[in-house]
């Protein structure tokens, strides 16, 4: 504790890094429903404010976290609850991540990579079990991803345009869930 206070306030400065808000992050892991023994998968970790939320709402779980920038994914190692980080680009993790129960996520959003990242998840989901995520609210996400959801029963759920002005963006989002 005292080796972290010395080290003072440490702001990181990621392109397409937009933390998710603690109340929004806490409703997500809400509507994830992360129960005892439950694979959980946070594969655009960041800051790890998704991982917290689950810190403080769930008990019993296996995170594993991916990060592509290093300096957070080294932060991410040193959060007890986290049984897994790799430092990685997640559109390039196959098989090596294996399924999950659970995938909660807050993926880039330029040039459609939510897109990608959602579908790309979708894939390690086990049958049967949940999805949530923030997407961008464009034609693209409408497009792709709404009918995905709808199809499987999800929720698919506009959010304030104010939900992400405190990270410094104003991007209309989604909040989705969805069952495998």
């Known amino acids: ?15 397409q890094l937009f933390p998710t808000p603690p109340e929004l992050a806490d409703r997500m892991v809400a509507l994830a429903d992360i129960r005892p023994g439950q694979q959980v998968l946070e594969p655009s970790a960041g800051t790890g404010r998704i991982i917290d939320a689950i810190r403080r709402n769930a ?14 994914a080294h932060r991410l190692r040193t959060i007890d609850c986290v049984d897994d980080t790799r430092q990685a680009d997640f559109l390039e993790c196959n098989g090596d991540l294996g399924t999950f129960d659970r995938i909660v996520m807050n993926p880039p959003f330029s040039n459609a990579d939510d897109i990608k990242h959602i579908m790309h998840a979708l894939k390690m989901l086990k049958p049967g079990d949940r999805l949530v995520a923030i997407c961008a ?44």
């Open 1 to 15: 504790m005292k080796k972290t206070a010395a080290q003072g306030v440490v702001i990181v400065a990621v392109p």
């Open 59 to 72: 008990h019993g779980y296996a995170i594993t976290a991916v990060e592509l920038n290093c300096n957070m």
């Open 137 to 180: 609210n464009g034609p693209r996400q409408n497009d792709k991803l709404r009918p995905i959801v709808e199809a499987r029963g999800g929720i698919w759920e506009e959010l304030p345009s104010d939900t992400f002005i405190s990270t410094g963006t104003s991007v209309r989002t989604v909040l989705l869930m969805l069952d495998a």
